[in-house]
């Protein structure tokens, strides 16, 4: 791990993979792991609609979302409205989605770390519309 400043220009932004998430999904990364750290951070622009399929992460997720209104369930629990300031705390290996609400962008910054294997990301099936398209539980 070097001193210096990953200047904004130097990272591209990517559209990610239709293997994993339905719609227009853009990331820019802003930390991949280097030794010793395992964080990796990612901010992640969904556009109306755009979701990511079902996965897990090895050591759990952060989410903090910095605009627009998005969509986050849990396995087994209700569709949640998430909001700009909003933190997403995933506990590890726990099957979940994220993503805009229907009619809204919504862009987060998405924090994880690899375990001691490197092991990361679990992906699984797309959400399906008529899960992604329930009412969400009310913000408290
Ligand atoms: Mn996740």
Redesign the pocket.
């Known amino acids: 791990m070097q001193p210096r400043i990953i200047r904004a220009a130097a990272r591209p932004t990517a559209k990610a993979g239709a293997d994993n998430f339905v719609g227009t999904v853009l990331q820019d990364p802003v930390y991949a792991p280097e030794q010793p750290s395992r964080l990796r951070a990612t901010r992640v622009s969904f556009t109306p609609g755009a979701r ?1 399929n079902w ?1 897990q ?1 090895a050591v759990g ?1 952060i989410l903090y979302v910095l605009s627009g209104v998005g969509r986050y369930q849990l396995e087994g629990q209700p569709v949640q409205s998430i909001a700009p300031g909003d933190t997403v705390v ?1 506990p590890p290996n726990s099957r ?1 989605w ?1 993503g805009a609400a229907p009619d809204t962008m919504m862009v987060h910054l998405a924090m994880s770390e690899t375990n001691e294997k490197g092991e990361a990301t679990s992906w699984f099936e797309p959400v399906a519309d008529t899960d992604y398209a329930k009412a969400p539980a009310k913000a408290e």
């Open positions: 990511t996965h992460h997720q995933i979940h994220h």
